[in-house]
């Protein structure tokens, strides 16, 4: 989807553009995902990415909007909060870290007590001691939005080239003239590889996008009668409601490679952190289960940018929160290619903090 995105973008700013995947785009991470917006950190090592997933979030009413008209296709977008559910004895200790953490990046958080916390959202466990609300939090039908993306972008005029797969990037001395392709060289002024998970795997992009794979399993359930409304997550689990019914348990974060197995562990461990968040899903019906690829980087940040060869720019790395990072991942790039200038800081994230050219991270291209 990613590069899906930049693609409708740069159409949209008037130039030419082609899309070229190996495959039927729209059928890896961003099909896989669970489509949660949450700019909310993980962990200390996520505080970074806080004021582009903020930007990000900031972009998606309008995005969605733009999306939904050009392709005439709806993408289940639900701005109604998250809530996460705290079980432990010491609820309260927590409940005041956690407020504190999200206040601290400018996100807003409300603790809520077990029964406010219930009235929101009666599935809830009777466990449940108390709970956060982050009311700008959201969802989307991340394989709605894919399938709508590409459809807005060919309707822009972008061209999507499926089963073109990338071999490498076609270099002329220190500049990018385009794309090789099995028995075929693209020529493009700007070339943005933004490959997902497999991204490494282009000939000249491994060194600034040293991306690898953590899948995750994921599992659909239905049940009739039960109504969630929010995105609930546990320490364990998330459950993500969808506008059709039915609810996504995910997600696994497993380092095993580029296969894609289920296996009985992992959903094991899906099915009971989903019992344990909302008992009622005992009688749900399994409707689906499937696995997918994030592409994680190094240090977990997002990979984007121009490179030091002068043409090329890396989208991916967006690991957990390629969906959330969607729109501001397009805009940043098409800014960039369309005026060498980025509205939102994104040197943290510069592809060249990791390639061995020794050049210094987020300098700007030499043209
Ligand atoms: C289980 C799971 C749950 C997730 N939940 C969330 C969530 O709740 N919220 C959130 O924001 N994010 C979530 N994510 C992360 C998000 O899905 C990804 O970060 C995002 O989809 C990455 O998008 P992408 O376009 O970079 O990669 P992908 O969607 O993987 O697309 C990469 C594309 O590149 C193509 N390609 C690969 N190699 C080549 C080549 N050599 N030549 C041409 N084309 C090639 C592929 O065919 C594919 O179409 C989740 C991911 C998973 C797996």
Same mark, same amino acid.
């Given at each position: 989807?990613?590069?899906?995105?930049?693609?409708?973008?740069?159409?949209?700013?008037?130039?030419?553009?082609?899309?070229?995947?190996?495959?039927?785009?729209?059928?890896?991470?961003?099909?896989?995902?669970?489509?949660?917006?949450?700019?909310?950190?993980?962990?200390?090592?996520?505080?970074?990415?806080? &004021?582009?997933?903020?930007?990000?979030?900031?972009?998606? &009413?309008?995005?969605?909007?733009?999306?939904?008209?050009?392709?005439?296709?709806?993408?289940?977008?639900?701005?109604?909060?998250?809530?996460?559910?705290?079980?432990?004895?010491?609820?309260?200790?927590?409940?005041?870290?956690?407020?504190?953490?999200?206040?601290?990046?400018?996100?807003?958080?409300?603790?809520?007590?077990?029964?406010?916390?219930?009235?929101?959202?009666?599935?809830?466990?009777?466990?449940?001691?108390?709970?956060?609300?982050?009311?700008?939090?959201?969802?989307?039908?991340?394989?709605? +939005?894919?399938?709508?993306?590409?459809?807005?972008?060919?309707?822009?005029?972008?061209? $999507?080239?499926?089963?073109?797969?990338?071999?490498?990037?076609? %270099?002329?001395?220190?500049?990018?003239?385009? +794309?090789?392709?099995?028995?075929?060289?693209?020529?493009?002024?700007?070339?943005?590889?933004?490959?997902?998970?497999?991204?490494?795997?282009?000939?000249?992009?491994?060194?600034?996008?040293?991306?690898?794979?953590?899948?995750?399993?994921?599992?659909?359930?239905?049940?009739?009668?039960?109504?969630?409304?929010?995105?609930?997550?546990?320490?364990?689990?998330?459950?993500? &409601?969808?506008?059709?019914?039915?609810?996504?348990?995910?997600?696994?974060?497993?380092?095993?490679?580029?296969?894609?197995?289920?296996?009985?562990?992992?959903?094991?461990?899906?099915?009971?952190?989903?019992?344990?968040?909302? &008992?009622?899903?005992?009688?749900?019906? $399994?409707?689906?289960?499937?696995?997918? +690829?994030?592409?994680?980087?190094?240090?977990?940040?997002?990979?984007?940018?121009?490179?030091?060869?002068?043409?090329?720019? $890396?989208?991916?790395?967006?690991? %957990?929160?390629?969906?959330?990072?969607?729109?501001?991942?397009?805009?940043?790039?098409?800014?960039?290619?369309?005026?060498?200038?980025?509205?939102?800081?994104?040197? %943290?994230?510069?592809?060249? %903090?990791?390639?061995?050219?020794?050049?210094?991270?987020?300098?700007?291209?030499?043209?």
């Amino acid at each position: 989807m990613i590069g899906g995105a930049i693609a409708l973008e740069l159409a949209r700013a008037g130039m030419r553009v082609g899309l070229f995947d190996r495959q039927q785009p729209g059928e890896e991470a961003s099909w896989a995902g669970a489509g949660i917006l949450s700019p909310a950190p993980e962990n200390a090592g996520m505080f970074p990415l806080v &004021p582009l997933a903020k930007a990000s979030m900031a972009l998606y &009413p309008e995005f969605v909007a733009q999306v939904e008209e050009s392709s005439g296709q709806r993408v289940g977008f639900r701005p109604k909060g998250t809530i996460e559910a705290l079980f432990s004895r010491d609820a309260r200790a927590e409940l005041s870290t956690i407020i504190a953490l999200h206040h601290g990046v400018g996100l807003r958080a409300e603790p809520l007590s077990a029964t406010d916390a219930r009235n929101l959202e009666p599935e809830l466990s009777e466990e449940v001691e108390a709970a956060v609300l982050r009311p700008e939090e959201a969802s989307v039908d991340n394989r709605a +939005l894919t399938r709508a993306v590409l459809g807005a972008a060919r309707h822009e005029g972008v061209e $999507i080239f499926s089963g073109s797969g990338v071999k490498g990037i076609w %270099r002329e001395g220190a500049c990018c003239a385009g +794309l090789l392709l099995e028995s075929e060289k693209i020529e493009a002024e700007w070339t943005v590889v933004a490959a997902g998970c497999f991204s490494a795997q282009i000939e000249g992009a491994a060194g600034y996008a040293p991306v690898r794979p953590a899948k995750g399993q994921m599992v659909a359930l239905r049940a009739e009668n039960l109504k969630i409304e929010r995105v609930l997550w546990s320490d364990k689990i998330y459950l993500v &409601p969808r506008n059709d019914g039915r609810i996504l348990a995910g997600a696994t974060v497993e380092y095993v490679g580029f296969e894609k197995g289920l296996t009985a562990g992992g959903i094991e461990k899906l099915l009971a952190g989903a019992i344990e968040l909302a &008992p009622s899903l005992t009688n749900a019906q $399994i409707e689906e289960s499937w696995a997918g +690829l994030r592409p994680d980087s190094p240090d977990h940040l997002p990979i984007l940018g121009p490179t030091d060869v002068e043409g090329l720019l $890396i989208a991916t790395g967006h690991f %957990r929160s390629g969906i959330l990072l969607t729109p501001i991942t397009a805009r940043l790039v098409r800014e960039w290619i369309t005026s060498q200038r980025v509205s939102v800081d994104w040197d %943290r994230f510069s592809p060249l %903090r990791f390639a061995t050219t020794g050049k210094a991270p987020g300098r700007k291209m030499q043209t």
